[in-house]
Antibody, heavy 116, light 107 residues
Framework: EVQLVESGGGLVQPGGSLRLSCIAS????????MSWVRQAPGKGLEWVAN????????YYVDSVKDRFIISRDNVKNSLYLQMDSLRDDDTAVYYC?????????WGQGTLVTVSS | DIQMTQSPSSLSASVGDTVTIACRAS??????LNWYQQSAGKAPKLLIY???TLQSGVPSRFSGGGSGTDFTLTITSLQPEDSATYYC?????????FGQGTKLEIK
């Protein structure tokens, strides 16, 4: 059974940092692109970033470029999102999702709240 | 960036009805269009990809159509469990933007 389990969310002040993790199981993690998608409270979905199988290509939405870094560890079957210089509008549930141009499995999400 | 616009924003229908949700892209995306269903408090679920291909395990009463800039998601024989918010997403080029969502209420 495919499972994606996110962790690392929490309350952080504006300008602060957080590192999200997503542990994958039930499939060969190393052959899939992986993505992060977020959802602000009561709002729609926003694609954030994705990363190639070997980590050699990464793409970001403009609003997080130069602040967020997506990475992965194929030995640990883990996906990460390092978030720096956090802003109020980064407040959202962050989902880890399998896939590059479609997302066929999703985690349950981890809530990031940016507030002073 | 490609913008995705869904209509309507919300709709209400009865069990057994047929509903259609529209999604329009700001430029041609061929058939690089996916549909997701998100029930309250849950993660999204992939329903349809490349505009018309039904994801494994999704009931056949869900169907997708369209190409270029205009797409549709049709749900026939509505069931109570279809109450959810539906999102389109293009996969033509990054960023893979989503539509704003269509909330479907089952009366």
């Amino acid at each position: 059974e495919v499972q994606l389990v996110e962790s690392g969310g929490g309350l952080v002040q504006p300008g602060g940092s957080l590192r999200l993790s997503c542990i994958a199981s039930g499939f060969n993690f190393s052959i899939y692109w992986m993505s992060w998608v977020r959802q602000a409270p009561g709002k729609g979905l926003e694609w954030v970033a994705n990363i190639k199988r070997d980590g050699g290509e990464k793409y970001y939405v403009d609003s997080v470029k130069d602040r967020f870094i997506i990475s992965r560890d194929n030995v640990k079957n883990s996906l990460y999102l390092q978030m720096d210089s956090l802003r109020d509008d980064d407040t959202a549930v962050y989902y880890c999702a399998r896939g590059w141009w479609l997302h066929d499995f999703w985690g349950q999400g981890t809530l990031v709240t940016v507030s002073s | 960036d490609i913008q995705m616009t869904q209509s309507p924003s919300s709709l209400s229908a009865s069990v057994g009805d047929t509903v259609t949700i529209a999604c329009r892209a700001s430029q041609s995306i061929s058939t690089f269009l996916n549909w997701y269903q998100q029930s309250a408090g849950k993660a999204p679920k992939l329903l349809i990809y490349v505009a018309t291909t039904l994801q494994s395990g999704v009931p056949s009463r869900f169907s997708g159509g369209g190409s270029g800039t205009d797409f549709t998601l049709t749900i026939t024989s509505l069931q109570p469990e279809d109450s959810a918010t539906y999102y389109c997403q293009h996969s033509h080029s990054t960023p893979y933007t989503f539509g704003q969502g269509t909330k479907l209420e089952i009366k």
